[in-house]
Structures are given as structure tokens and as C-alpha cells.
């Protein structure tokens, strides 16, 4: 399943990672990072809290230690 995802998705991987890339310049800031941060959980909060009430899908992946919103949130 995942390297299927990689497949189909891969087109992506380049303008994706750009918004990580920034955090690597010699001129990012700290602005950088809290930028990067707030679009990282802009993403992930709607999607874990979609995936929750899903039951099935925990028996594949526990979500628990997949969540990370709260730890950006910094809850």
C-alpha cells in the first residue's frame, strides 16, 4: 500500500518537499520554521481527526502513535 501511494503520488514529492527545504537555507528563521509548522498542521489536524472516527482503519495503522497535530499544537 505504501509504495503504491509513493507511485501515484510522486509527481508531488518535489513541490512538497520545497516547504521543507526552506528550513534548510542558510537564511531561515525561525519565522520559517513557525510557517512550515502552522501549514504542517493546517494538514494533519483535519486529517487525523477525519481518520478517527474510522474504525476499521486502526487494525492497519495504530493512530495513535501516527498523530502528531498535538505535539505541533504543542497540547
Known sequence: MVERLNEE????????DADLDVLF???ASAAHYMLFLMRVYGFEAPLESALVPTPTLDLMIDLRVRSRSAFIAGI
Request: hydrophobic fraction near 20%; charged fraction near 25%; aromatic fraction near 0%.
Open 25 to 27: 537555507r542558510g537564511d
Open 9 to 16: 503520488t510522486g509527481v508531488h514529492h518535489a513541490e512538497t
